[in-house]
């Protein structure tokens, strides 16, 4: 018995009832960028089921280069997938919230102690940090609209998850950005 084992008794529940789909565009046509939280899962949040959405999560839901790469991956194959003659923009949905435990990175003290135990550059850690989620999800929406991999393919909008009360507000409208 491990920690797993009552999951995957909920998995076989879960393939009993399962019905195989084949690789096709997403049905919500969003990609979903999110904090790695326990607490904000986008599947229960925002209803998402399978097939919906490419979610990808990092501490903090934050911008990087990997993530970029991964977005510019997933709109080639997203042009594939449509026939590669009808280049459609792929909207992306970059949700930071509130109590993020990344937060306590903005606290150089923490921080200095977090990248001595980790061995982690302090920037690194810095570049992760969600203290104030309407803040860097304006960033994060920004560097994706200006990032070079993804010119002309994205529209970018920007959310805040509110843990208190389990909403979503939308921060930064996709309309800005045309
Ligand atoms: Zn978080």
Same mark, same amino acid.
């Given at each position: 018995?491990?920690?797993?084992?009552?999951?995957?008794?909920?998995?076989?529940?879960?393939?009993?009832?399962?019905?195989?789909?084949?690789?096709?565009?997403?049905?919500?046509?969003?990609?979903?960028?999110?904090?790695?939280?326990?607490?904000?899962?986008?599947?229960?949040?925002?209803?998402?089921?399978?097939?919906?959405?490419?979610?990808?999560?990092?501490?903090?839901? &934050? +911008?990087?280069? !990997? =993530? $970029?790469?991964?977005?510019?991956?997933? #709109?080639? @194959?997203?042009?594939?997938? %449509?026939?590669?003659?009808?280049?459609? &923009? +792929?909207?992306? !949905? =970059? $949700?930071?919230?509130?109590?993020?435990? #990344?937060? @306590?990175?903005?606290?150089? %003290?923490?921080?200095?102690?977090?990248?001595?135990?980790?061995?982690?550059?302090?920037?690194?850690?810095?570049?992760?940090?969600?203290?104030?989620?309407?803040?860097?999800?304006?960033?994060?929406?920004?560097?994706?609209?200006?990032?070079?991999?993804?010119?002309?393919?994205?529209?970018?909008?920007?959310?805040?998850?509110?843990?208190?009360?389990?909403?979503?507000?939308?921060?930064?409208?996709?309309?800005?950005?045309?």
């Amino acid at each position: 018995m491990t920690r797993i084992s009552p999951l995957l008794e909920r998995n076989e529940q879960f393939a009993r009832t399962y019905t195989p789909g084949t690789l096709g565009l997403p049905t919500s046509g969003l990609i979903v960028l999110t904090c790695l939280d326990h607490r904000v899962d986008p599947a229960i949040v925002l209803g998402l089921r399978l097939g919906d959405a490419p979610v990808i999560r990092n501490a903090g839901g &934050r +911008v990087s280069q !990997a =993530v $970029i790469e991964d977005i510019a991956y997933l #709109t080639f @194959l997203a042009d594939q997938i %449509a026939g590669g003659d009808t280049p459609t &923009r +792929v909207e992306i !949905a =970059v $949700i930071h919230h509130t109590q993020c435990g #990344t937060g @306590l990175l903005a606290d150089p %003290a923490f921080r200095h102690r977090a990248a001595e135990a980790t061995h982690l550059a302090e920037t690194t850690l810095a570049a992760s940090a969600v203290a104030d989620p309407r803040l860097t999800v304006a960033g994060d929406v920004e560097r994706l609209r200006t990032a070079p991999l993804l010119a002309d393919k994205v529209t970018v909008s920007g959310h805040v998850y509110d843990l208190a009360t389990g909403r979503v507000t939308t921060t930064v409208d996709t309309r800005q950005a045309d």
